[in-house]
């Protein structure tokens, strides 16, 4: 149970200092904010689970990351046909 809390505050520690740098990172040019805002809801989505469904329900997800992903996990699939074809 305490481990649980500890983690879960980590996480909101992390994601609260992903947030501070994304917002620096807009402010100066020199640092990439996108990274940290992607960490930043990454924690959050950890964390929270009502959080997590929204954003895998949400539109702009669904348009945009969702078909990154699944062209990312089809790449996967891919090598690894390649490699077993090679084995053969």
């Known amino acids: 149970m305490i481990l649980k809390l500890l983690l879960k505050a980590a996480w909101i520690l992390l994601g609260s200092l992903s947030l501070i740098g994304g917002i ?4 100066l040019p020199v640092i990439p904010q996108i990274p940290f805002f992607l960490l930043t809801i990454w924690c ?4 929270s689970p009502r959080f997590h469904n929204w954003l895998l329900h949400n539109p702009l997800y669904l348009k945009y990351a969702k078909p990154l992903l699944n062209r ?17």
């Open 44 to 47: 959050i989505a950890k964390v």
């Open 72 to 88: 990312f996990g089809s790449l996967a699939s891919r090598q690894k046909q390649a490699v077993q074809n090679t084995k053969k």
């Open 24 to 27: 620096i990172g807009t402010l």
